[in-house]
């Protein structure tokens, strides 16, 4: 009689339900593995660092070929999970593919730099002049560089998505976590073993973790929403995001409310979800609408609809953190900005690490143990 082997269904935690620890139970549970996501909040939330309108997604990154290369893998992921879950692709419902538009000054080597290293690459980009930049878009600037793959993500249609899919799939749900290892998790009902325990705890994993984190600098960042579609007296379909290496500013137009998102890249004072207020001081308002005013003259008296404040966990060298630490917990954190553009990407890859798979991505660069992550801050990239 031969013995029917059935393979062992691995059971794991996920500590941490934003977008990456969501993106990391997505792929579990296609994986067949048990999740249990211990989050004291739901998937859709204002605390946390992933939820909002829109979040740019763009392929350059200066020369770095392999950020480009994951960014060209995580767009078709996206594009995928959006299909997979019956959307109308031409309805862009999760990503509307408007392209990124770098905004130069006279002088600025960086959006050409990033125009040159995307062809360099095989991929498109388009330069345009002063006059072909106001001519399509309404700019003001010296040149532009359209990376024609970039967009907008919409995280809070991808989570109300998540949130309704990963219950239907079976994941179970708990509350904050007190202490975790590489093989349990405490929270107020006791101490719960599993195969493997991942961390994606944002600003918090260096709480959870302490004290065998690497510097994590927790950045309070505002963010000013303005009627755009009313100010231009048409919707906004046509605009791009757009950024601004020198000033930091950057703008994300979200068709389905009309809105331009405007905030800026360089990381803000110190602050932390759990304690700061989420007020946009005025200084802040009136220094976007001057970016406005100089660059998109058209948008400049637009009416304030909104703001917020979200935290980034930034890095000190930008990079992120994925690694199996020498606790055994699979951590992914220290996203700097600019991570949720990855996150089918991230989420498969610490999926990978949690059921003993070598990852598909190398993850050498984001070891916690790189030098570069104990120097200066670098300057972050938009
Ligand atoms: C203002 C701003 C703008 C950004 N813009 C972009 C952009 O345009 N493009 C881009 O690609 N990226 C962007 N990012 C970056 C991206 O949004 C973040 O990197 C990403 O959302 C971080 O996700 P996360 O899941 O790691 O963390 P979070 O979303 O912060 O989730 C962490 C979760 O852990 C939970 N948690 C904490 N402690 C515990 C505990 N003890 N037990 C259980 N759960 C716990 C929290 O409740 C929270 O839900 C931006 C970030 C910010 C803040």
């Known amino acids: 009689m031969t013995v029917q082997s059935h393979p062992i269904q691995r059971h794991v935690a996920v500590v941490g339900g934003g977008i990456m620890g969501a993106m990391t139970a997505h792929s579990l549970l296609e994986s067949g ?45 996206w594009r995928k999970m959006q299909a997979d879950a019956g959307l109308d692709p031409e309805g862009s419902p999760w990503f509307h593919p408007c392209g990124k538009l770098l905004l130069a000054d006279a002088g600025d080597i960086y959006a050409q730099a990033c125009g040159n290293a995307m ?42 998505h998540l949130a309704a899919s990963l219950t239907a799939r079976g994941l179970i749900r708990r509350g904050r976590a007190e202490a975790v290892d590489g093989r349990w998790v405490q929270d107020d009902g006791g101490r719960k073993s599993y195969d493997a ?58 068709r389905h409310d009309g809105f331009l998102k405007i905030a800026n890249h360089h990381p803000g004072p110190a602050g932390h979800p759990d304690g700061d207020d989420r007020a946009v001081d005025l200084a802040f308002i009136n220094a976007a609408r001057k970016f406005l005013a100089r660059y998109h003259p058209a948008l400049a008296g637009a009416q304030v609809k909104r703001t917020h404040v979200c935290f980034y966990t930034g890095t ?12 055994g917990v699979i951590l992914g954190t220290g996203f700097s900005g600019h991570g ?21 991505i190398s993850i050498e660069r984001f070891a916690s143990s790189r030098p570069s992550l104990y120097g200066s801050p670098a300057v972050l990239a938009v």
């Open 197 to 254: 325990v991942v961390v994606t705890a944002g600003v918090w994993a260096k709480q959870l973790l302490a004290p065998n984190t690497p510097p994590i600098d927790t950045t309070r960042q505002q963010l000013v929403y303005f009627d755009a579609a009313s100010a231009l007296g048409r919707d906004i379909s046509h605009l791009p995001v757009f950024s601004h290496m020198e000033s930091g500013f950057y703008g994300i137009p979200t």
């Open 340 to 360: 949720f553009k990855f996150a089918p990407l991230i989420g498969r890859t610490l999926a990978e690490l949690a059921l003993d798979r070598p990852p598909s």
């Open 119 to 160: 062809r360099g690459h095989g991929l498109l980009a388009r330069d345009f002049s002063a006059e072909q930049a106001t001519e399509r878009y309404g700019f003001q600037a010296n040149s532009a560089v359209l990376d024609p793959y970039g967009g907008v993500l919409s995280p809070d249609r991808i989570l109300l």
């Open 316 to 327: 000190r060298d930008r990079d992120f953190i994925l690694e199996r630490t020498e606790s």
């Open 33 to 77: 593995a048990r999740v249990t996501l211990y989050d004291p909040l739901p998937l859709t939330n204002s605390v946390n660092s992933s939820n909002d309108t829109g979040r740019s997604f763009r392929v350059h990154y200066g020369e770095d070929l392999e950020m480009m290369n994951m960014a060209l893998e995580s767009r078709a992921m």
